[in-house]
């Protein structure tokens, strides 16, 4: 009982503070692009914010990324599933608030071709910049965001060049705040 009573006591002290680091709900579109590709794919994803204090906010974000491609075999499809979680330090402005920081996730690379599907989920991590456009008052805000990803495919625990696949994001979209 004290441990609830305590727990509800530090949530309820800690509110102000949540309260004016803020957070959101996102949503936004972009490309996906790699030395590895010959063209940018097309990228959708969502983003849940949230201020942990005034100087730093975690960023949960789901992206989702598809190519189809028609060769002599058939049609060829390439899906990349990114679940992943950043840490950020937004530097509030005015209007404008520029962010920087870097996370880590799991992604999943779905690759199918005629009858064969090929499953692949590994660890990777990333760095993330971006800019956030708005009205402090207004809920509805625009950001864009660069996310640079290096996904492990290899067995070994470590991160050599030619076991690493490098990819970046680049996407644009709109914030419901809170």
């Known amino acids: 009982m004290r441990k609830a009573l305590f727990l509800l006591l530090l949530i309820f002290c800690l509110m102000p503070v949540v309260a004016q680091a803020g957070g959101g709900l996102g949503l936004k579109g972009g490309f996906l692009d790699s030395d590895e590709m010959e063209e940018q794919i097309t990228m959708l994803g969502a ?11 975690l960023i949960l974000s789901g992206e989702y990324a598809w190519d189809s491609q028609e060769d002599e075999l058939g049609d060829n499809k390439l899906h990349n599933i990114a679940a992943t979680g950043s840490l950020v330090v937004p530097v509030k402005l005015s209007f404008i608030t520029p962010y920087a920081g870097g996370g880590a996730g799991a992604h999943m690379f779905i690759q199918t071709g005629g009858d064969e599907t090929e499953t692949d989920t590994k660890f990777g991590y990333h760095f993330v910049g971006g800019v956030i456009l708005g009205v402090p008052s207004l809920p509805l805000k625009l950001f864009g965001e660069y996310r640079h990803y290096w996904v492990k495919m290899g067995e070994e625990a470590n991160f050599s060049e030619e076991e690493t696949v490098k990819y970046h994001t680049l996407a644009g979209g709109l914030i419901l705040g809170f």
């Open 47 to 57: 983003d849940i914010r949230i201020g942990m204090i005034p100087l730093l906010e």
